[in-house]
């Protein structure tokens, strides 16, 4: 297991690193042509969208001389190109072009299996190299407004998230929500988990609703009043 050897023990994680899909960055963070970088499990990468709209993910150094490609590496067409000696890399990672015109070596740049779904970039990552063995499902947005988010640094394992998902008894004190409850067993479908959760929570309705009336009824009198 690549584990993270930071000498600061907060930063190292608690348990192996699971398999499966990881989302690095939003969508909206790649324009076309634009290169970024990220940091994932020990590893560095960058990520690049093509003049086409394609994404990629690839290791961040350079296989010529080890430049970093997420310092000054650009977009031209399809290709990344390291900003040393201007290497040209397809989306399969297979040099195709030097900066001096010369024959392109057989240097690779290795690629990470990646998506593009929900608004998000994943990469694949499996301890033993394994191809995925499932997809990142689509999920419905027509009938939801846009989503909104907010990022932050969280030092935790995904286990732990998900079995925060549910630990009924911090709700109330958390997050406010009373009376909450398993509402059916645990679902399992594959690498998909599923458990349905009921709960209540207490708004200021009155006053919200009062306003809405308030607008309602004066938009009302002014059709009433256009109307005569």
Not at 15 to 29: C, M, N, T
Not at 103 to 115: D, G, M
């Amino acid at each position: 297991m690549d584990i993270d050897e930071s000498s600061n023990p907060v930063h190292q994680p608690r348990l192996p690193y699971p398999d499966g899909w990881f989302a690095i960055a939003f969508s909206d963070e790649l324009p076309r042509g634009k290169v970024i970088r990220r940091k994932f499990m020990g590893e560095e990468l960058v990520a690049y969208r093509t003049r086409s709209g394609a994404v990629q993910v690839v290791d961040a150094h350079c296989p010529h001389l080890g430049a970093h490609l997420g310092f000054g590496g650009s977009v031209d067409g399809e290709n990344i190109v390291c900003p040393f000696h201007h290497f040209a890399y397809d989306l399969t990672g297979r040099c195709v072009r030097t900066g001096d015109g010369s024959t392109p070596p057989r240097a690779s740049l290795k690629p990470w299996v990646s998506c593009e779904v929900n608004g998000f970039i994943s990469v694949w990552r499996h301890a033993g190299g394994s191809a995925p063995t499932w997809q990142v499902p689509t999920l419905p947005v027509d009938e939801f407004p846009p989503p909104t988010r907010r990022a932050f640094t969280l030092v935790d394992h995904p286990q732990d998230v998900f079995e925060n998902t549910v630990d009924l008894a911090h709700f109330a004190p958390i997050h406010g929500f009373q009376n909450a409850m398993i509402a059916n067993p645990l679902q399992a479908d594959g690498p998909h988990l599923g458990i349905p959760v009921t709960f209540e929570r207490a708004f200021p309705l009155l006053v919200v609703l009062g306003q809405v009336c308030a607008v309602v009824a004066c938009l009302l009198v002014g059709c009433v009043v256009g109307g005569v």
